[in-house]
C-alpha cells in the first residue's frame, strides 16, 4: 500500500483549533502574524535551533525531526528528553500560561500526541506521556497520551487529508467557542468571520470554487 502524502504536525492543531484556519494556512498558504504569533515565535526562538545537551541525567534534543509513515505525518520537536534507557518525553512550548479554556488546552494536547506517535514510531520505545511547557507560567502541564488522543490524531490527520485533496476552504467556525478563537487568531482579517456568517459562507465558498474550477459543475 502506497504511503500517504506528508502533511506537517502543526496541521493537526491548526485543524483541532478551526479547520478554517488549518485550510487558510495550509492550503492557500496564507499567513498573518500578530502579537500572539509573534509571543510564539519567541518563545521558540531557541527551540528552533537544533542541538544536543545533557542534563540531570538526560540528553536533551531541540528540533528534532519526526516523522511517521503509516499516519503520513511530518515535522519536529521543540525539544525530547531521552532517559538513560533511550525513552523518548517530548516537550511543546507554547506562549501564555498553562490556565487556557479547556477547548484551547485540548487543541496542544492533540498536537503533542501526535508528535509522542511519531517518536513511538520512530524508536520503537513507548511514549504514555509527554508534557507542554507554557512560557508565561514557566510551567509544564503533563499530558498522558491516551487512547483516545490517539485516535484523535489519526481521524484528525484524515481530515486534514482530505480537505487538502478537496482543495476547499472550510467554513467559519460559529457559537460562543468560535468568537473567542476567532478573536486570538491572526487571519481574522482574511477569514472575514462575520462576512462569511450562515448562507454567505456557503455562497462566497462556492464563487471562489468556481473561480478557481471553471469546468465545476
Known amino acids: 500500500m502506497d504511503e500517504p502524502d506528508p502533511i506537517p504536525l502543526s496541521a493537526l492543531q491548526h485543524w483541532a483549533y478551526c479547520p478554517r484556519q488549518c485550510g487558510l494556512i495550509h492550503l492557500e498558504q496564507a499567513f498573518d502574524d500578530n502579537l500572539h504569533t509573534l509571543r510564539g515565535n519567541a518563545v521558540h526562538a531557541?527551540?528552533?535551533?537544533?542541538?544536543?545537551?545533557?542534563?540531570?541525567?538526560?540528553?536533551?534534543?531541540?528540533?528534532?525531526?519526526?516523522?511517521?509513515?503509516?499516519?503520513?505525518?511530518?515535522g519536529k520537536s521543540d525539544v525530547?528528553?531521552?532517559?538513560?534507557a533511550g525513552t523518548p518525553y517530548p516537550v511543546e512550548y507554547k506562549q501564555g500560561s498553562r490556565n487556557k479554556a479547556a477547548d484551547i488546552a485540548a487543541c496542544d494536547d492533540l498536537q503533542l500526541a501526535a508528535q509522542a506517535l511519531c517518536l513511538e514510531s520512530m524508536t520503537g520505545r513507548a511514549v504514555p506521556e509527554g508534557a507542554l511547557y507554557y512560557a508565561s507560567s514557566k510551567r509544564r502541564r503533563v499530558v498522558p497520551i491516551t487512547p483516545a488522543l490517539r485516535a484523535q490524531v489519526a481521524s484528525v490527520a484524515q481530515a486534514v487529508r482530505a480537505m487538502l485533496a478537496s482543495e476547499r476552504l472550510p467554513a467559519p467556525l460559529s457559537g460562543e467557542a468560535a468568537a473567542r478563537r476567532c478573536k486570538a487568531c491572526s487571519l481574522r482579517e482574511r477569514c472575514q468571520p462575520e462576512a462569511m456568517a450562515g448562507g454567505a459562507a456557503s455562497a462566497l465558498i462556492e464563487a471562489r470554487r468556481r473561480l478557481f474550477d471553471p469546468d465545476a459543475d
Open 46 to 74: 531557541r527551540t528552533d535551533q537544533p542541538g544536543v545537551e545533557s542534563a540531570q541525567g538526560l540528553r536533551i534534543e531541540r528540533a528534532l525531526p519526526l516523522w511517521h509513515d503509516e499516519l503520513g505525518l511530518i
Open 80 to 84: 525530547v528528553e531521552f532517559d538513560a
